[in-house]
């Protein structure tokens, strides 16, 4: 499974391939399916460019991404978003239009609230755990572990020659705090295609886009989210048993 991340916490001044307004989202998103794409995460965010989790922000983008792609959407609910844990719970307890997933940042604090917010919603858990935090320890603890809908193992080393390495580090730890539970695998950075690498070589969903990297993997610019996901996919078909 291969998943687009449109834009992240990007705004227009990183790079004019960020896609902001939902009706740019929805294009994205088209020719990220369009493309090769499985699913589709997004960072809904204000006219202003912030990321938000406000109901309003959050139904436009999904309205205008769903009516243009037929795949599960799924959003972040990132600290930075909405920084007070019990703000953000209550945010997703007022959403009027409900994401397939969200994710839920495990080492950030609150994200035991988070995650049984939208699960009392009936919104797929994406649990985030990162290299270089204690995600991994605090998910191992967690009563709702069993009740996720995967875990984003999500590889914060942003060096193309040791974010492999460090992935595996990390997945041995994802393996001993959620056993059995499905991994994504992703990198970010210059970390993001010899991650996304590995990933396919363990045959692992993985996912690519703007949110990760705005580079091609030979340093070239990408044009926008579809082209890195055709180039992913190119990649990943070309790896054993791909």
Do not use: Y
């Amino acid at each position: 499974m291969l998943q687009v991340c449109l834009n992240g916490a990007r705004t227009a001044a990183d790079s004019a391939a960020v896609p902001m307004s939902p009706a740019a989202l929805a294009e994205a998103a088209r020719q990220a399916v369009a493309a090769g794409a499985d699913e589709v995460h997004v960072h809904p965010k204000t006219p202003c460019g912030q990321d938000s989790l406000a109901p309003r922000v959050v139904a436009a983008v999904l309205e205008a991404v769903r009516a243009v792609v037929d795949v599960p959407v799924g959003v972040t609910t990132g600290a930075w978003s909405e920084p007070d844990p019990a703000r953000r719970a209550e945010r997703i307890r007022s959403w009027t239009v409900l994401p397939d997933h969200a994710s839920v940042n495990w080492h950030e604090p609150g994200a035991e609230a988070v995650a049984a917010a939208l699960l009392e919603r009936g919104i797929g858990v994406e649990a985030g755990i990162w290299s270089g935090t204690d995600g991994a320890e605090s998910f191992a603890r967690s009563p709702l572990a069993p009740r996720v809908l995967r875990v984003l193992a999500e590889v914060t080393d942003t060096d193309a020659g040791s974010a492999p390495a460090t992935a595996r580090e990390l997945l041995t730890a994802v393996a001993g705090a959620a056993p059995g539970r499905p991994v994504l695998l992703h990198g970010e950075g210059g970390g993001a295609w010899t991650v996304l690498r590995l990933a396919g070589a363990l045959g692992l969903a993985t996912r690519i886009g703007i949110e990760d990297t705005l580079l091609l993997p030979d340093g070239r610019p990408a044009t926008g989210n579809a082209q890195l996901v055709a180039t992913a996919t190119t990649l990943v078909r070309g790896l054993p048993g791909g």
